[in-house]
Every structure is written in C-alpha cells, then in structure tokens.
C-alpha cells in the first residue's frame, strides 16, 4: 500500500543517453498471479521509460511487477526522448522499458511505410531489433496512436462514426468539417496530410486550426472545432466523453505497447518474460485511458496509480 522509495536518497549514474538518476523501488508488494515463487529473487533490475504520462505509469508498472517476483529495482523512468530511452536498454544501462512498435519501426529503425497489421508490425520489430541486443516481448493491444475525436453534440448532429464518414462529410457539408489539431501533426506525413490523401477528404484551410495539445481537447468538447485530432489511449478522450472516430482505412501507423528488454538480461533472468505476459495483455485503451487520465485529469501520481491498478487486477498483493 505505502511507497518507501522516498526517504531513500536518489542514486546517481551520469552515462551518454541522459540516464542521470534513479531511485530504488521499495514498493510493499508480494506475489499475486504474477510472480509466484518469486522468480526474480536476487535480480538487480533497472527499469525506464520515456518522460510522459502513460510512459511514466508503464515504467511503474513494469518495476513494481518485478519487485513483486523478487527482484530489487533501481527507478530511471522519465527519460526525456524516445531516443535516450531506448538507448538505454540498448547500452544495458537499463533492463526494459515498455516501447511503440510503431516508434521502433518509423525512429529507430528509419523505415519510412509503416505496416498495417499489428501483429506483423511488432513482429517485424522484433526481428529487426534482435541484432541490436534487443528482445521484444508480446504486444499488447493498447495502440498509442492519432485519431480525430467530437463531443457528444456533434456526434449526434452529424452522425459520424469512421473517417471514412468524415471525408464524406467534408464533400457533402464543407462547413461542418473544422479540425484542431498541433503544428506537427498538420504537417507531418503520417499525420493531416497523409490522412487527407488517403480519405480523400478535402478540409479548406480556413477550416483548421492549429493549437497545443491540451487546448485541442478542450475545444474539440465545447464544439469549437467538430474535430479534434487526439491520442487515442489519453485520459482526457474520456473525461470529456469524447467519441473517437474510427481510422477504417488504417491509415495510422500501430503505436502497440510492448516490453523491450535487453536481450543479455532476459538471457539471464529468463522470467521476466513470463511475469510481463499476464500483464501486458491486459493492457488495452480502455485501461490506458483509465490510468492516464487518473494523472492528466485527477493530478494522481503515475506510480501510485500504476501500483493501484496492479493490486485491483491481483497481479500484486500488499506486502
């Protein structure tokens, strides 16, 4: 129930990749249905992630889950960039983090066409990543990915359900299509341009707005814009009871969460791999959603609701 890591003194490390600090993990926590047995025990595990809120609760996540099967963990989540952190599983500076396949196969891996299929895009992750000193463990079907999103007004007045429905819209009611959206996303190619073509939706420039994120999914609820483009696992798509329009064509490139593990330590703590499975499987963007929104909207702490949810699900027991 109680976090003691803080009145722990911070450990220091200064390495290349930005990896500066970290704290032990000294979570109250025991088995559940993960980590019977305590698999673990004796492993000195260093866990990471990149600096926002669903990478912050995921790293917790991960480490709680290893010190529930034994393990003593060493906290260095909140790596600044995609980059820096993968870096660090990479370097062996940590053990794991959860990754984007989609960030994998378009960043790190400089493919330029992402893979419509889920399941073949992390497997191709996977076997691209192995002559790194990477493994890439399972996916889950939580997917971190663009969408556009209306509230609840709009939803009911125009009907629309795919953005297959939008680009028709936008042929058949010029006026009722005006988008939110970031300065990246406008004009990235996986992001408004690419999504027009591949729709064939014609949004007058007049017609598009660009703001900062947090801005976009307040306006896109009071209706200022009848879209918004939004994260599809972001806390506040329920909050405001925003309804996300589905990408039918698969336009967007697949953001599946998995584990990424260095393969030197998962060779010599072959049990990470099965106590990451039960809850990597659980995760979807419902639970995403959830847990995200308990940081963005309620202002909880990213371990605390990770370490909630673990012991809600029976992966962890209160020690």
Known sequence: ??????????????????????????????????????????????????EFTEQLILGAIMGIAFEAAGAEVLDRTGIQGSIGAREAVKSGDADGMYDYTGTAWITYLGNSEPIPDPEQQWRAVRDADAKNGLTWLPPASLNNTYAL??????????GTKTLSDVAALSKSDPGAVTLCVESEFANR??????????????????????????????????????????FTTDGRIKSMN?????????FFPNYNAAPEI?????????????????????????????????????????HQVALDWLKEEGFVKEG
């Open 1 to 50: 129930m109680r976090r003691k890591c803080a009145v722990l003194a911070a450990l220091v490390l200064v390495t290349g990749c930005g990896l500066t600090s970290g704290s032990p993990m000294v979570d109250d926590v025991r088995p559940g249905s993960i980590g019977q047995g305590e698999p673990l025990k004796g492993a000195d595990l260093t866990v990471t992630s990149k």
């Open 242 to 250: 925003l309804e996300v329009m589905a990408d039918d064509k698969k």
């Open 149 to 158: 999103a209306m509230n609840q007004a709009n939803f009911k007045k125009y």
């Open 189 to 230: 190619a996986d992001g408004l341009p690419g999504m027009q073509k591949a729709y064939g939706m014609d949004v007058a420039a007049g017609n598009i707005t660009q703001m900062d994120t947090g801005i976009i999914y307040t306006q896109a609820a009071k209706g200022s814009c009848t879209y918004g483009e939004v």
């Open 262 to 302: 260095n393969t030197k330590a998962l060779k010599k703590h072959p049990a990470i791999a099965e106590v990451l499975d039960p809850i990597t499987k659980r995760l979807n963007n419902a639970v995403a959603q959830e847990l995200n929104g308990k940081v963005d909207v309620d202002g909880q702490d990213p």
